[in-house]
């Protein structure tokens, strides 16, 4: 099929052409390389701070193979599973403070690595089945779960996880050399290294921004001595996915978080699919709209619970590729199989994760303390998109209150039920639960209801 005009549309492939295999293999590496780095920082960031390194090569290549999986399914669309657009999957940022809390609670328990991964992926699981089942009433979820909830939400997850990119800045978890003046200037050095790049004109350079800042830390770190090279020759040559290797465990106490950011996943990636559909040209609006948005939030569902399965963290359809869509002029889904394809080649070999954990804890950190701070940004800016009447800012201000309030003070639950602790300890379920119940019982002004009245519904049914 032809290329459709771009004086048109400003697509060079529309969402049903097939580019020849060069453009689209070209197309394709672009979108791995927007979101390599998303992928591989979660299993990083949650192997380092849990202890679970000698696994860690094998985490990042099952995290790249079910991306590539998900990838594939999300184009491909089999028995309706999937948006049947570009919708690159990837290892979620949202789902990190819910994971390391489950995995810290086993851990005080004196479980090991393995007890650890098995409670993490048995959660996982079971949340993934939540997501396949809010798949199917997506327009009564949108009510309940409002902007306004999602941005409070989203936003106390960034702020949340910048606890844990300083931490790295300053050399990690427990390090004997913590806020040592050279781990400063690494981690500071590679945030420089980030904002100019972007500050770029050129897309290609803001596009490999945070490669780029990983990769002149890591030759900074080595001439400053913070980075010396090991031979990755003990790594298998190709990893093998093994289904529920280390077993599966269950913990109400765990599954609760988990569930709630699972909720709030869902609703995120209805917004990103609808973004998608804008700029492949396609409806957002009618009973394709919604059979697309249906198929999208069941195929991240499946492709949840493939991760599960084979020992990798939640996935979710990242929002950065969407602005690759909008760069290169193709919308071709038929590129989502060429990507799915790359991600899970890059995932047989174990060397790349063996190298990539090499990367020092401040340079990691240096780069993650940009990403989450953008995590924040993104909860800002749907808050903003809000209109902020009396209500809305009670509801923002009490739930911001109790979320960081308690993630300031966490001994403050510890006269309480072991079960009270565990779900409200963490900002994002304190601070979510709280926005989500003053969403339901605050009614809203008369402004407001009657310009929801006059406004057509973005879902139908």
């Not at 904002?195 to 990983?214: H, K, Q």
């Not at 939640?314 to 989502?336: C, D, H, M, W």
């Amino acid at each position: 099929m032809q290329p459709e005009a771009t004086n048109t549309n400003d697509l060079i492939y529309g969402l049903n052409d097939r580019p020849k295999p060069g453009p689209a293999m070209l197309a394709a590496i672009q979108h791995v390389l927007a979101a390599f780095v998303g992928i591989i920082t979660p299993p990083l960031i949650i192997g380092s701070a849990l202890g679970l390194g000698a696994y860690l090569p094998y985490l990042i290549s099952m995290a790249l193979m079910v991306s590539g999986v998900g990838t594939f399914i999300q184009a491909r669309r089999p028995f309706g599973i999937g948006a049947g657009m570009i919708c690159l999957q990837g290892t979620s940022f949202a789902f990190l403070g819910a994971v390391l809390s489950a995995g810290f609670m086993v851990k005080q328990r004196g479980g090991s690595p393995e007890d650890i991964m098995a409670m993490v992926f048995g959660v996982c699981l079971f949340g993934a089945i939540v997501q396949i089942v809010l798949s199917r009433f997506i327009g009564q979820l949108r009510r309940v779960i409002t902007p306004l909830v999602t941005g409070i939400v989203i936003t106390l997850i960034g702020v949340s996880l910048i606890k844990v990119g300083v931490t790295d800045l300053g050399g990690g978890f427990n390090a004997p050399d913590f806020g040592d003046p050279i781990n400063l200037f690494l981690g500071a050095f590679v945030l420089l290294v980030i904002i100019l790049l972007n500050r770029s004109t050129t897309p290609w350079v803001r596009l490999s921004a945070i490669i780029a800042g990983l990769a002149a830390g890591s030759i900074a770190a080595w001439f400053s001595g913070k980075l010396v090279p090991h031979a990755v020759s003990d790594v298998a040559l190709i990893s093998i996915p093994v289904p529920f290797r280390f077993g599966l465990h269950f913990d109400w106490a765990a599954f609760l978080p988990v569930a709630l950011i699972y909720l709030i996943s869902s609703i995120e990636t209805v917004g990103d699919l609808t973004a998608n559909c804008m700029l492949s040209r396609e409806p957002i609006k009618g009973p394709q709209y919604i059979a697309r948005l249906k198929g999208g939030v069941l195929g991240d569902g499946v492709s949840c619970m493939i991760a599960a399965t084979f020992s990798a963290f939640p996935n979710t359809t990242f929002a950065q590729n969407n602005g690759v869509i909008q760069l290169t002029g193709v919308a071709s889904r038929y590129v989502g199989l060429y990507i799915g394809a790359t991600l899970f080649l890059l995932g047989l070999f174990p060397v790349i994760g063996a190298i990539v954990q090499q990367i020092p804890k401040p340079v990691l950190g240096g780069a993650t303390l940009v990403m989450f701070g953008s995590v924040a940004a993104a909860g800002v800016r749907i808050l903003s998109q809000s209109p902020l009447d009396r209500r809305s800012m009670l509801i923002i201000a009490t739930s911001f209150g109790v979320g960081l309030g308690i993630a300031a003070q966490p001994a403050l639950l510890h006269q309480l039920p072991q079960l009270v602790q565990n779900l409200f300890d963490s900002a994002i379920t304190s601070g979510g639960i709280t926005a989500l119940v003053m969403s339901l019982l605050l009614p809203e002004g008369k402004e407001v209801v009657a310009e929801k009245k006059h406004e057509s519904p973005a879902i139908e049914h």
